[in-house]
């Protein structure tokens, strides 16, 4: 059963700072591989997809890659600002699971002015 | 605009009453999700649609209820079997089945009073 894990679970930065998410799974026989952001009592929002074929991804200040041999991503925000700060989710679709997607619990970020 | 909307926003269940979560999507996309979130957890998969009159288990299946009568339609039905429903409810849909970016509706906040 994929498990995917989210390190680490709460982070703190001050404005300016760039940043990394860590994200890991545990089947590397994966389709793709999404990173959201959700802020408190809202939906998400997807940032990035990645390809099982890709190694990244980027949109503006965001840089996703993925190393599927070894089960891990992470997530680069650049130069960070107080509106990053919210909940940041990686979620897996493997290649046996249909349409299922697997979320990590998410990584609390808080960028301080 | 186009989107996912779910209805309604807060919605209070006394012990024993079913409750009907709506959502609608005017993406023209294929397949419809729900899922749950608790506090500070990721997301589970409750039930999936790929297409009109058609839908699977996820993995937290018991106690809910859906239908898809029409495809830009996925009701959730909460039933008394649910023993545990307060939660955030997510509804999400995409495209295809697999490779494309899922896009989630705001949820619904379900609480037993």
């Known amino acids: 059963k994929q498990e995917v894990t989210q390190i680490p679970a709460a982070l703190s930065v001050p404005e300016g700072e760039n940043l990394v998410l860590n994200c890991s799974f545990t089947d590397s026989a994966i389709y793709n591989l999404q990173w959201f952001r959700q802020d408190p009592g809202k939906g998400l929002t997807s940032l990035l997809l990645?390809?099982?074929?890709?190694r990244e991804q980027t949109s503006g200040r965001l840089n996703a890659s993925l190393d599927k041999s070894s089960g891990r991503s992470t997530l680069y925000i650049a130069a960070s600002q107080p509106g990053d700060s919210a909940t940041y989710l990686c979620?897996?679709?493997?290649?046996?699971?249909?349409?299922?997607?697997?979320f990590g619990e998410g990584t609390q970020l808080t960028v301080n002015p | 605009d186009g989107g996912i909307t779910q209805s309604p926003k807060y919605l209070f269940r006394k012990e024993g009453q079913n409750v009907t979560l709506s959502c609608e999507q005017n993406l023209n996309h294929d397949a419809m999700y729900w899922y749950r979130q608790d506090p500070g957890q990721g997301l589970r998969l409750i039930y999936y649609?790929?297409?009109?009159?058609?839908?699977q288990k996820g993995d937290i299946a018991e106690g809910y209820s859906v239908s898809r009568e029409k495809k830009e339609s996925f009701p959730l039905t909460v039933t008394s079997a649910q023993k545990n429903p307060t939660a955030f409810y997510l509804c999400a849909s995409n495209r295809q089945l697999s490779g494309n970016t899922i896009y989630f509706g705001e949820g619904s906040w379900l609480t037993v009073v």
């Open positions: 979620a897996v679709r493997g290649e046996t699971s249909g349409s299922r997607l697997t």
């Open positions: 990645i390809q099982s074929s890709q």
């Open positions: 649609s790929q297409i009109v009159n058609d839908f």
